[in-house]
């Protein structure tokens, strides 16, 4: 019997050509995610070109009610692309031009598929800078930046994606193009309707293009590692660095000791640059105007607070790569998965106040419940209140996670955090939505799903659940 996306296939090659819709073996190959693990179970892959194929695509699926997944770097890590079965991938990687880099105005308009590290190339290139920026730079891209809002390591300088997004065409669930493409700072005629869709995770809309704020390039860069003894020194530095450093610090970066101990130590594949005795260490980096003098302010500010007894240890990076040498402790991700045997991560929030209790109960409450064999490492961006927890606990069974995910996710509630500060909800966390969103919130989110998507065809299943 031939099944929907069967009886759909003739209509989306006379949209896309053959080169332009994938089937059979070809999907069969592909992957839902990064890791290369999540086999694709999607009927087809379509790969558009531009905004009109990407219309007349959903207008088909929508008359037909045929579900569609957007895929696009797939370094999603709450299974926001995962396919379930009869259902069309979109997949935008075709659409990946540059199309204007505007040097005077520091905007730049790009199809959603660009790379975000070209897009940071570009910026570069025209002397600008695109302040967003994160480990998966090269394999993600700005259309899954933008739908996810994500985050990463400059946000508390320069905001989240959101923060960085003038304007955006998006193609909504029935093929119609809405094109608000601003490209001005300030624009308050109305609804600003691009924010609908950015962090909606492709279950609003399809991003298809999007005018991008740039920022000045800095032309010095410094950065630190410290060793601090104590969570209390953690908070005051944290203060005390944003004060010294005159508005330039862009990334304050914190690995409890556990995490440093495996990666920069027993994981062998960093020279360790500071003894991994102490309880926490953290990456400062500021991003200025001026070397000579942002040096001797860095230089400074980083004395200063190891006269004040906030820092135990510091190292001042004195090259680009003994830069990239510090930072490649902080983003080794490969190193935790593979000592840790793929443990369970988390990305959640809470006021730095409360963090400190939080993570001492968290551990306690592991190792009630699976003594030895639990392990848990803490790291993340701690300046803006967001923590990735990398959690094992012996035998990863339904059972187990559940009970896991409870003990982690339950405590945020009282404390007003959050169960996803940057990585979305996905199908992941969606049974947990109701901890970080009251009942008003969630009734209007699925108000406008109702309204914007009323057949569900728009990646179903994520966020709000069918
Ligand atoms: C090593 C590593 C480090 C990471 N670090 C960070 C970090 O520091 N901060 C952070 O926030 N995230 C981080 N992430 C998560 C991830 O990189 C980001 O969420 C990224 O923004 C996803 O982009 P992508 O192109 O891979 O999108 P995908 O993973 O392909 O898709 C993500 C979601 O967006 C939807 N989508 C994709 N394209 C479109 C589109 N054009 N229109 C509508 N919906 C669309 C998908 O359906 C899915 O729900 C990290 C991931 C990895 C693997």
């Known amino acids: ?3 929907l996306f069967d009886r759909l296939q003739p209509g989306l090659l006379t949209i896309l050509g053959d080169s332009g819709l994938l089937t059979g073996a070809d999907v069969a ?3 839902d995610s990064w890791t290369g693990r999540d086999p694709c179970q999607a009927l087809g892959v379509a790969l558009p070109r531009n905004t009109a194929e990407v219309a007349a695509i959903l207008r088909l699926c929508h008359r037909a009610g045929l579900p569609v997944v957007p895929q696009a770097g797939k370094t999603t890590l709450v299974q926001g692309c995962a396919t379930r079965g009869e259902e069309l991938v979109l997949s935008l990687e075709r659409m990946n031009a540059i199309e204007d880099c505007d040097a005077v105005a520091a905007t730049m308009t790009v199809q959603a598929g660009v790379p975000l590290q070209r897009i940071q190339e570009r910026a570069e290139a025209e002397g600008l800078m695109f302040p967003v920026d994160l480990g998966a730079r090269g394999s993600c891209t700005i259309g899954g930046n933008i739908a996810t809002n994500a985050g990463g390591i400059r946000v508390i300088r320069y905001g989240m994606t959101r923060q960085q997004v003038l304007g955006l065409e998006v193609v909504l669930a029935d093929g119609s193009v809405l094109d608000s493409m601003n490209a001005m700072l300030k624009n308050n005629a109305g609804y600003d309707l691009k924010q609908l869709f950015i962090g909606s995770e492709g279950t609003l809309g399809i991003v298809t293009r999007a005018c991008l704020r740039l920022q000045p390039r800095p032309l010095s860069e410094q950065t630190a590692m410290l060793a601090v003894g104590s969570f209390a020194a953690l908070g005051k530095l944290l203060r005390r660095a944003g004060e010294l450093l005159g508005g330039q610090l862009s990334a304050f970066e914190v690995m409890w000791q556990s995490h ?9 594949r960093h020279a360790a640059p500071l003894p991994a005795h102490f309880p926490y260490y953290v990456l400062v980096e500021t991003l200025g105007s001026d070397p000579q003098r942002d040096t001797e302010l860095f230089q400074q500010a980083m004395e200063r607070v190891m006269e004040e007894s906030l ?5 001042i990076a004195q090259s680009r790569a003994q830069r990239d040498a510090l930072w490649a402790i902080r983003e080794d991700i490969p190193a935790l998965m593979l000592a840790m045997n793929s443990p369970l991560s988390y990305d959640i929030s809470l006021p730095i106040g409360h963090m400190e209790r939080y993570v001492g109960e968290l551990e306690q409450a592991l190792r009630r419940t699976w003594g030895e064999q639990a ?12 923590l990735h927890l990398a959690i094992s606990v012996g035998e990863d069974t339904p059972e187990n996670r559940a009970a896991l995910t409870e003990l982690v996710y339950r405590p945020l509630q009282v404390l007003n955090g959050s169960i996803s500060a940057e990585h979305g909800i996905g199908l992941e966390k969606r049974a947990y939505l109701g ?15 109702q309204t914007l998507d009323p057949k569900g065809i728009l990646n179903p299943g994520k966020v709000l659940g069918n």
């Not at 392990?375 to 967001?386: A, P």
């Open 435 to 449: 901890y970080s969103r009251n009942a008003g919130e969630i009734a209007l989110m699925r108000l406008l799903k």
């Open 29 to 31: 190959q592909r992957s």
């Open 1 to 3: 019997m031939k099944t």
């Open 375 to 386: 392990r848990l490492l803490v790291f993340g961006h701690l300046g803006d209140g967001n």
């Open 311 to 315: 820092a135990e240890d510091a190292v």
């Open 260 to 268: 440093y101990q495996l990666v920069a130590v027993d994981s062998g």
